[in-house]
C-alpha cells in the first residue's frame, strides 16, 4: 500500500488530491469467508480493507483460479449447490492506506 500511495502521488499529482483507493474483484466477494479456510491470506486481506457486497455475479468458467485448485473446486461445488457468486468492492481511506494494517475487522 505505501509503494502504491508513492505511485499514484507521482503519476497522478497533475489530476487532485488521493483520497483513498478501491478496487473490484472476486478478491473482495464477501462470500469467501464461507468458502476460504479461516487463515487464508485472501481472508486476511479483507480483515484490513472497507468490503461492499455487489450484485454482479461471476459465471461458472471461474477462469481467474487454477484449474483443479482447491479453491477452484470449492467454488465450483458452491456454484453447483445453486449458489451466486459475487464479485466484492472494496475501498481505504487514505488515512487507512498510510497506516495499512492498522484498521482491522471481523467477516
Same mark, same amino acid.
Given at each position: 500500500?505505501?509503494?502504491?500511495?508513492?505511485?499514484?502521488?507521482? =503519476?497522478?499529482?497533475?489530476?487532485?488530491?488521493?483520497?483513498?483507493?478501491?478496487?473490484?474483484?472476486?478478491?473482495?466477494?464477501?462470500?469467501?469467508?464461507?468458502?476460504?479456510?479461516?487463515?487464508?491470506?485472501?481472508?486476511?486481506?479483507?480483515?484490513? !480493507?472497507?468490503?461492499?457486497?455487489?450484485?454482479?455475479?461471476?459465471?461458472?468458467?471461474?477462469?481467474?483460479?487454477?484449474?483443479?485448485?482447491?479453491?477452484?473446486?470449492?467454488?465450483?461445488?458452491?456454484?453447483?449447490?445453486?449458489?451466486?457468486?459475487?464479485?466484492?468492492?472494496?475501498? !481505504?481511506?487514505?488515512?487507512?492506506?498510510?497506516? =495499512?494494517?492498522?484498521?482491522?475487522?471481523?467477516?
Amino acid at each position: 500500500m505505501t509503494q502504491a500511495l508513492d505511485f499514484y502521488a507521482t =503519476f497522478l499529482k497533475d489530476y487532485g488530491e488521493i483520497r483513498g483507493f478501491v478496487c473490484y474483484s472476486w478478491l473482495y466477494s464477501a462470500q469467501n469467508k464461507c468458502l476460504l479456510p479461516p487463515d487464508s491470506r485472501i481472508l486476511a486481506l479483507q480483515r484490513h !480493507v472497507h468490503l461492499c457486497p455487489m450484485c454482479a455475479e461471476l459465471d461458472e468458467s471461474l477462469t481467474f483460479l487454477r484449474p483443479g485448485s482447491a479453491l477452484q473446486r470449492r467454488l465450483a461445488d458452491f456454484r453447483a449447490a445453486g449458489n451466486a457468486y459475487h464479485v466484492g468492492y472494496m475501498y !481505504v481511506p487514505l488515512d487507512e492506506a498510510r497506516e =495499512f494494517g492498522r484498521f482491522r475487522h471481523e467477516l
